[in-house]
């Protein structure tokens, strides 16, 4: 394991020594990544917080992207793992399990480029809380194309966070997620025993607030979203993209996605509080009830969406069976 690597520890704690800011360790899953890589790098090298970080996780064919990282100017703080080969989503929960839970959690993907005050930003809104709960943070981003050029902000999130929330939807783009050790410590514990998820921040949106945790939103963008054809799932900040999450629905990827959450959610149950495990509870059976249960049952698990149309969608899939 990673966490037992004599010369990565060496190199870490030589730079801990030159600096009193907080550690911050970057992940990032990286899958033949290197045609904007070297960006996404130097813009952690210009980060006005100075002590990070890098561990990649790489799989996919060889397309120079490793040779890249070792041939950086920052290459003394990045380290290279072998990703599992099963995807993004095992590919983070990977980095996850290998990375030791200790100072700050970054995650990044591997071609947009942070805003230079990226991570001392997050680290701030850290300030006056309590270290021993989980905290998440995560922010809006800037949408760009694939040249970083037509710039548009990504959608507020004007409903408050929660667990109830989290089973349902996705708020937290991954490449904008930082971490507090608290929470670095839940998500590398519950990584052990997740099984498929449909994608990781979705995940750890749901353990956080599963557990009790704080999540904050921040709507300042910290980086350039690089929106291009190879997003998993991309922006939902449009009218196609919103039809697209919509025949998600028909086509019953919703459902599947949903399938797998809480078959994963209900693994780390016991790290979760009363409430929570009773909502994921009832939640699952209610999936499985004849329709007018069904709808009692969600509106007393009190579901919700952050918009008037996302809760059209997820209450015509209960309404469907698709749910």
Request: hydrophobic share 40%.
């Amino acid at each position: 394991m990673l966490q037992s690597t004599l010369e990565w520890q060496k190199n870490a704690e030589a730079f801990d020594l030159l600096t009193s800011e907080p550690a911050v360790t970057i992940l990032m899953a990286v899958y033949e990544g290197c045609d904007h890589l070297e960006e996404q790098i130097d813009s952690f090298a210009e980060q006005t917080h100075p002590n990070w970080r890098l561990i990649a996780s790489v799989e996919g064919r060889d397309d120079g992207g490793r040779a890249l990282m070792e041939d950086h100017p920052e290459s003394w703080r990045i380290a290279c793992i072998d990703g599992p080969g099963r995807g993004c989503a095992a590919n983070f929960l990977n980095l996850m399990q290998e990375v030791r839970p200790e100072g700050y959690w970054a995650f990044s993907d591997q071609d947009d480029v942070w805003l230079r005050h990226k991570l001392t930003r997050a680290l701030s809104k850290f300030d006056g809380l309590d270290p021993r709960i989980p905290a998440m943070y995560h922010s809006r981003s800037w949408v760009t194309d694939e040249n970083l050029k037509n710039h548009r902000v990504s959608p507020m999130r004007r409903k408050p966070p929660g667990f109830s929330n989290a089973v349902v939807q996705n708020i937290a783009g991954g490449n904008t997620i930082v971490l507090n050790e608290a929470a670095a410590r839940l998500a590398h514990a519950a990584s052990f025993e997740a099984g498929d998820v449909p994608v990781h921040d979705w995940w750890l949106y749901q353990i956080i607030t599963g557990a009790g945790g704080r999540v904050m939103h921040d709507p300042a963008p910290g980086l350039l979203y690089r929106q291009h054809d190879n997003n998993l799932i991309g922006a939902n900040d449009s009218w196609r993209a919103r039809w697209k999450r919509l025949k998600m629905v028909f086509e019953g990827t919703y459902q599947s996605w949903l399938d797998d959450n809480i078959d994963t959610l209900s693994r780390s149950a016991h790290r979760f509080t009363p409430e929570n495990r009773a909502v994921l509870e009832t939640i699952a059976k209610a999936r499985n009830a004849p329709l007018v249960r069904r709808i009692l049952m969600l509106k007393k698990a009190g579901i919700y969406r952050q918009t008037a149309f996302g809760s059209a969608v997820m209450w015509f899939s209960v309404l469907i069976g698709k749910f």
